[in-house]
């Protein structure tokens, strides 16, 4: 089984600048998230998606931030304008069953906001 | 507002012995319980979880213990070896339903 694939692995950008990053579950994964990292925390959870429609995006600062899921496979999530606390590794994830049982992370897109 | 606590951000432990990881939390919604392991440059796999019905789960060398009542669990590794060397995060889910909420880390040192 193909795992979670991002890209790009990384990516540096000024600040003020538009970033995208990408991320293709695994096949037949009905749920998909977008977790934050930051440099010595845990991930945080910025996006839920069950199939194309979104189940939690309480934490997603909504006026820099925005993600999609077209068609229900792979996602994408924007950030414009970045700003310098947006450095971090940003982590997608699948799970088949929509619970925490079976949660598969990608690599992550580490982004640097110079 | 942390709901999952850390509170070690470091353990260095020799090869051959046990390390504990240990992990808090404060929502008392939390019964399903997971642990992670990550690699530099990688994304968080998992090792191991424990439902708030059970008070010990293990797998090989990695034991999880729950403690409901003072809402703590732990992670033993034993024999501990230095391919286990790795930032390891706690993580925990309400009804199994909920996102993971995960803890600040803790990065295990194996030293040989």
């Known amino acids: 089984e193909a795992g979670v694939a991002q890209s790009p692995r990384y990516k540096i950008i000024e600040k003020r600048q538009s970033v995208a990053f990408w991320c293709n579950p695994i096949?037949?994964?009905?749920?998909l998230y977008w977790y934050q990292q930051i440099l010595g925390q845990g991930p945080k959870l910025l996006i839920q998606?069950?199939?194309?429609?979104?189940?939690?995006d309480s934490q997603l600062p909504k006026d820099r931030f925005s993600a999609e899921r077209l068609k229900g496979v792979d996602s994408t999530l924007k950030i414009q304008p970045a700003k310098l606390e947006d450095s971090a590794v940003y982590l997608c994830?699948?799970?088949?069953?929509?619970?925490?049982?079976?949660?598969?992370f990608g690599s992550g897109t580490r982004l640097t906001v110079v | 507002d942390q709901q999952v606590k850390q509170n070690s951000p470091s353990l260095s432990v020799q090869e051959g012995r046990i390390s504990i990881l240990n992990c808090d939390y404060t929502?008392?919604?939390?019964?399903?319980f997971l642990w992670y392991k990550k690699y530099p440059a990688e994304g968080p796999t998992f090792l191991i979880s424990?439902?708030?019905?059970?008070d010990k789960n293990e797998d090989g060398r990695f034991t999880v213990f729950l403690n409901k009542s003072a809402k703590h669990l732990s992670l033993h590794i034993v024999p501990s070896q230095p391919g286990d060397s790795a930032v390891y995060f706690c993580?925990?889910?309400?009804?199994?339903?909920?996102?993971?909420?995960f803890g600040k880390g803790t990065r295990l040192s194996v030293i040989a």
């Open positions: 994830a699948s799970s088949l069953t929509g619970t925490a049982y079976g949660y598969t």
């Open positions: 096949s037949g994964h009905a749920t």
């Open positions: 998606f069950q199939n194309n429609g979104v189940v939690d």
């Open positions: 929502n008392s919604m939390f019964d399903y």
């Open positions: 424990i439902s708030s019905i059970k």
């Open positions: 993580a925990a889910s309400a009804s199994g339903n909920t996102p993971l909420v």
